[in-house]
């Protein structure tokens, strides 16, 4: 696929065999058009190129620093070439993608619906787990990426991107706390709570400053999918308590109402988007974590 001059690939080959006639039978041209290109050249250049011995052709200074650029040229533009095939390889492809429930809701399917118009032949293979199935199956490179909140420290994956998002207390729009700029999780104790079942991390710390001091509370209902918990929230049933990943749609709509929690003992929740750590990602699934990374680094923050 030529786009240079045919004069510098005529020199590179016969630079490598050292023989215009050699080099004239390898492309396949004659000898005395390759002889006349080399001549135009060293007229150009003002300095011969090569010194003319009885057993062949050995460069001058002159021809010796020509090479180099002429080489350069020639791998750069293979380097190119290379590049327009690596684009034409993305026009395809299967990102395989391992999540947790929370991202599921809105977050995920909308990323993959607007990385889709630009890449429409790139399809998804999307499973939702719980954290530590994300994490096995991106170790396992059964997975391409992976979302979730709070992954461990030296997980066996790699890390792209992470930001910490505020917990919130979740309800309905018509709720006494709805109108509230923050509130503290003392504060949503007199109302139904739903909180997550005690498999679940954040059980452990909504019980450490819920039961404070010496108060058991009870949930009204408990579950292990935030899911339903949402649901049970947007219905009036009482107050649960997660970030804002997940309930964009019902704040646009204003079915739910988000207000962050002040608890100056509450740590934010960290959201995270992986990948295997163990081989190299493909074309479409590199692009697809570039998407993620831009949009959780541009969108998300601990307010």
């Keep these: 696929m030529p786009l240079h001059a045919s004069v510098l690939y005529y020199f590179d080959m016969v630079v490598r ?5 050699q080099a004239a039978d390898r492309l396949n041209v004659a000898s005395s058009a390759i002889n006349r290109q080399i001549i135009n050249l060293e007229n150009d250049i003002g300095s011969p190129l090569f010194e003319r011995l009885p057993r062949g052709l050995r460069l001058t ?6 090479i180099r650029h002429v080489r350069d040229t020639l791998r750069n533009f293979d380097s190119a070439l290379a590049d327009i095939e690596d684009l034409r390889d993305l026009r395809k492809g299967v990102v395989a993608v ?23 032949g790139i399809s998804f ?14 170790r396992s490179n059964s997975a391409d990426v992976g979302l979730m909140f709070n992954p461990p420290p030296r997980s066996g994956v790699k890390m792209e991107v992470s930001v910490p998002l505020r917990i919130g207390a979740i309800m309905s729009p018509n709720h006494p ?20 079942d005690i498999t679940h991390p954040n059980r452990r710390w909504l019980n450490s400053i ?10 009204l209902a408990s579950s292990n999918s ?24 019902e704040i646009r709509n204003k079915d739910l109402t988000y207000v962050p929690l002040s608890d100056r003992s509450l740590k934010a929740s960290v959201l995270a988007v992986i990948s295997r750590g163990k081989s190299a990602l493909s074309g479409p699934a590199s692009l697809f974590v570039k998407a993620l990374r831009d949009k959780v680094s541009r969108s998300w923050v601990a307010t």
Excluded: W
């Excluded at 200074?61 to 020509?66: I, N």
């Excluded at 787990?129 to 994490?135: G, N, P, R, T």
């Excluded at 706390?177 to 997550?196: F, G, M, Q, S, T």
């Design 17 to 21: 065999l050292g023989s215009m006639r």
């Design 61 to 66: 200074p002159a021809g010796e620093v020509l």
């Design 98 to 120: 391992a999540a947790v429930e929370g991202v599921a809701a809105d977050f995920l399917p909308r990323e993959i619906s607007d990385f889709h118009k630009s890449y429409p």
């Design 125 to 138: 293979a999307v499973s939702i787990f719980e954290s530590d199935k994300v994490l096995s199956m991106l």
């Design 177 to 196: 706390l709805a109108k509230r700029k923050a509130v503290r999780l003392a504060e949503c104790k007199p109302y139904p709570l739903i909180l997550p």
């Design 210 to 219: 819920l039961n404070y001091p010496n108060r058991e509370v009870a949930p």
């Design 226 to 249: 935030f899911q339903l918990m949402r649901a049970l929230s947007k219905y009036g049933f009482g107050i649960a308590f997660q970030t804002l990943v997940g309930i964009e749609e």
